[in-house]
């Protein structure tokens, strides 16, 4: 028979985990309503040049947390982006100067400017 904490306990875990699918759920909904695509390989669509892995961008992701605007020229998302990138090749590439790094650092991403948290093995 189980005692009222550990009844008290199943309760908690049980919303907790509730809670969380519920976030989970809610940030689906936001991306998928907001469109475009769940990952895009920035190699592959701006012919970035260069040894590293390609970085698969969780587009998804950063959707469910900021506005189309913060990326795009087109307040409805999708198209240009708010920065032109014409260097391609190294680690001074535009990507990482104009674009992502200054993003990352802006909102204090962990470890936001070092290439294993973008460049990862697939």
Do not use: Y
């Not at 950063?62 to 409805?76: G, R, T």
Request: proline share 3%; net charge positive; with cysteine.
């Amino acid at each position: 028979m189980k005692s009222r904490i550990e009844k008290r306990l199943n309760r908690v875990a049980v919303l907790a985990g509730f809670c969380l699918l519920s976030l989970l759920a809610l940030s689906g909904v936001t991306s998928a309503a907001q469109g475009g695509p769940e990952t895009i390989d920035l190699k592959e669509a701006f012919q970035v040049e260069g040894k590293k892995e390609a970085v698969i961008f969780p587009h998804h992701q950063h959707q469910a947390v900021l506005v189309c605007a913060k990326c795009h020229k087109n307040e409805a998302g999708g198209g240009e982006l708010v920065v032109s990138i014409e260097n391609k090749s190294g680690t001074g590439n535009d990507f990482h100067k104009k674009f992502c790094w200054p993003c990352h650092k802006e909102q204090n991403v962990p470890k936001g400017t070092s290439c294993s948290t973008c460049h990862k093995k697939q």
